[in-house]
T-cell receptor, first 120, second 114 residues
Framework: SAVISQKPSRDICQRGTSLTIQCQVDSQVTMMFWYRQQPGQSLTLIATANQGSEATYESGFVIDKFPISRPNLTFSTLTVSNMSPEDSSIYLC?????????????????FGPGTRLTVL | AQTVTQSQPEMSVQEAETVTLSCTYDTSESDYYLFWYKQPPSRQMILVIRQEAYKQQNATENRFSVNFQKAAKSFSLKISDSQLGDAAMYFCAYRNFGNEKLTFGTGTRLTIIP
């Protein structure tokens, strides 16, 4: 399995500012994802961040608003830029890790604890 | 695009009883995976159970089991002998074979009544 930490765990920010969220994994992983979970809602994929390549953004998310860095196989950052109250959400990173369970092995996605962002 | 629907925003069950959470999905693919994730108040998403679409046998993990109906595109989660620690948001999720991106349903908040 993988142990994932995120910093900060929560923050309150002013409109128009930017916040960078860090995601650290205790093992080297190729695939990493960033999700947004708006209050009381489900998780929506923002982008895929693979080391050595540009992040791939999902429809509705753009690099200028959510720039992502992936400098190595254990670390990534997501920046929420020029924030507005609509950006208030929980932001989660996840990684894909090869897992053995029972008689099978498969890719399993592990999630970080999330960063709760409130924009005033 | 694939969609995942959870029609029960909230469910409650007495401790030690059994509860079933519903999930339906829409896809044109034949090879895919389905998952149930649990998100307790601590926010940590935890994988509860997974099902490969090519397997006819329903997955089970201790007190958790699924009823996978491929033709009906239905994937329900049964929790037996419910415990207080089962209280959480439960998300149904889908991913295509060969693609690690997950599509989540809107979630079901499960309350356990002592």
């Amino acid at each position: 399995s993988a142990v994932i930490s995120q910093k900060p765990s929560r923050d309150i920010c002013q409109r128009g500012t930017s916040l960078t969220i860090q995601c650290q994994v205790d093992s080297q992983v190729t695939m990493m994802f960033w999700y947004r979970q708006q209050p009381g809602q489900s998780l929506t994929l923002i982008a895929t961040a693979n080391q050595g390549s540009e992040a791939t953004y999902e429809s509705g998310f753009v690099i200028d608003k959510f720039p992502i860095s992936r400098p190595n196989l254990t670390f990534s950052t997501l920046t929420v830029s020029n924030m507005s109250p609509e950006d208030s959400s929980i932001y989660l990173c996840s990684v894909v890790f090869w897992t053995s369970g029972g008689q099978s092995s498969y890719n399993e996605q592990f999630f970080g604890p999330g960063t709760r962002l409130t924009v005033l | 695009a694939q969609t995942v629907t959870q029609s029960q925003p909230e469910m409650s069950v007495q401790e030690a009883e059994t509860v079933t959470l519903s999930c339906t999905y829409d896809t044109s693919e034949s090879d895919y995976y389905l998952f149930w994730y649990k998100q307790p108040p601590s926010r940590q998403m935890i994988l509860v159970i997974r099902q490969e679409a090519y397997k006819q046998q329903n997955a089970t993990e201790n007190r958790f089991s699924v009823n996978f109906q491929k033709a009906a595109k239905s994937f329900s989660l049964k929790i037996s002998d419910s415990q207080l620690g089962d209280a959480a948001m439960y998300f149904c999720a889908y991913r295509n074979f060969g693609n690690e991106k997950l599509t989540f349903g809107t979630g079901t908040r499960l309350t356990i009544i002592p």
